[in-house]
Structure formats: C-alpha cells, structure tokens
C-alpha cells in the first residue's frame, strides 16, 4: 500500500502530464505541503515545463510558487525515465516529462542523464533515502510502499502526449 | 595532457575529496573534484553510497526552499 503524490507538468503548448512518487501509507498527511512543496523543490530544476499543480488527497495551487512557467521549448513528449530498485530488486520507474536537454550527457539516441549534475543528484538522492524538512524525512517507495534503494539508469525517453 | 584514471583512482578521487570529519555540500565537491580534471569521479557517488563508504542526504532549507545535498564519510 502507498500513498501517492502527484505533479501536474505543463509545457510550452500548454499540455499537461501527470508524474506519481508513492509513499508508504505511513506518510503523515498533515505534513502534505511540505512534503509536497520539498520534492517541488528537487523536481522543478530538472524540467524546461512547469510545475502547475500537485497533492495527494487535495490539489495545491503551484502558481505562486514554481509556475506554470514553461518554456516554448518544453515539450511534454521529451522525458528522462529513470528506473530505481526497490527492496527486494523490483523496479520503481518515473519518467520526468520536459526534462531540461543540459542534464543528459551522451548523443543521438543514447543519451543519458548526467548523474553528476547536483541537480540530478538532489533528485536521485531524494527518491531513494528521502527528504529532510524541519527534521522530518520524507521517505518515497514504490506502489506497494516497499523502500527504494537504488538507481539502476537514467536515460532519454520519449512519451505519449497526454492531456 | 593528463592520463585518463583508471576507474579504481577515480573512486578514490572522489573519496579523498571528501572530509575527513563532517559533511560537504555536494556542489562544493564537486567543483574540487571537477578542478582536479576528473569530473567521471563524481559518477561513483552513488555506488559509494550503496557501498555504505559514504553517506549522502538531500535536505530542504525551510527559509530557501531550495535542496541541498550533503556528503559526509561513512
């Protein structure tokens, strides 16, 4: 069981997707804006689109805060998926849609995301031991709230156009 | 021009860039690192983490709101 927070991601034509990082359902929901307002944090510098909305259980208005600010380039298609392990080896993927081009390293279609950048390495490092807000630590998992442990790859995606 | 390192060098590259004692933002090692002109150094972070060699948190400044992410020896 898990408890799932999302980001509505929009990009420069004004399409929209939506990423989910699980929780165990421990997750306290009263600590639901700053958990949520944190992985904003690590999240919103890794994207050319803008952050527009997030929650768990009730949708926070991002506006005033990471955007909408996406830029023209920002295409919703364009994404890093990354793969993470969890407990027990089973996969965690997350795929950041408008994924700014300057974090991937490598050319033509095997393009990696740059695991140096500390950008990266804030959000990496976020997913798999947690944030730390005012001494709280903010932990992600996968859907069936088992602890992610490791990285396996990052690389260049490409998605589907949702809206 | 310098040699490339072997990966074995490169792991202690970023080892011995971190302190001793305490903890160092990771932007701050790793522009020490990238100076030293073996930035491939900073790609063994995370297996060093896995290794239980060094430590790594992600904390949020409650002022800032912005992440910072701290290396510290095991």
């Known amino acids: 069981m898990a408890t799932f ?3 509505t991601i ?9 990423i989910e990082i699980p929780f165990p359902n421990s997750f306290d929901l009263s600590h639901t804006a700053n958990a ?7 999240i ?6 803008g952050l527009k909305a997030a929650g768990i259980r009730l949708e926070i208005d991002l506006s005033a805060t990471w955007g909408p600010t996406s830029l023209l380039i920002a295409d919703i298609q364009e994404q890093a998926q990354f793969l993470f392990r969890v407990v027990g080896g089973f996969p965690k993927i997350l795929n950041l849609p408008t994924f700014i081009e300057t974090f991937f390293t490598g050319g033509g279609s095997e393009k990696t995301v740059d695991m140096t950048a500390t950008e990266v390495v804030d959000f990496v490092n976020a997913m798999e031991d947690g944030l730390t807000v005012n001494s709280v630590l903010y932990q992600p998992s996968d859907y069936r709230g088992a602890d992610i442990v490791s990285t396996e790859s990052a690389v260049q995606h490409w998605g589907r156009n949702r809206s | 021009m310098p040699r490339n390192l072997t990966v074995s060098e490169q792991v202690e590259t970023l080892y011995n860039a971190v302190p001793t004692s305490g903890e160092i933002p990771y932007d701050t090692l790793a522009t020490n690192v990238i100076a030293t002109g ?10 060093l983490k896995r290794q239980g060699r060094l430590n790594v948190r992600t ?16």
């Open chain 1, 5 to 7: 927070m999302y980001f």
């Open chain 1, 10 to 18: 929009q990009d420069g034509d004004n399409d929209k997707s939506t």
């Open chain 1, 36 to 42: 949520v307002a944190a992985f904003g944090a690590v």
């Open chain 1, 44 to 49: 919103n510098p890794l994207l050319n689109g």
């Open chain 2, 38 to 47: 073996n930035k491939d150094a900073l790609n063994h972070l995370f297996p």
């Open chain 2, 59 to 74: 904390e949020i400044n409650p002022e800032t709101g912005k992440p910072t992410t701290y290396v510290s020896r095991a």
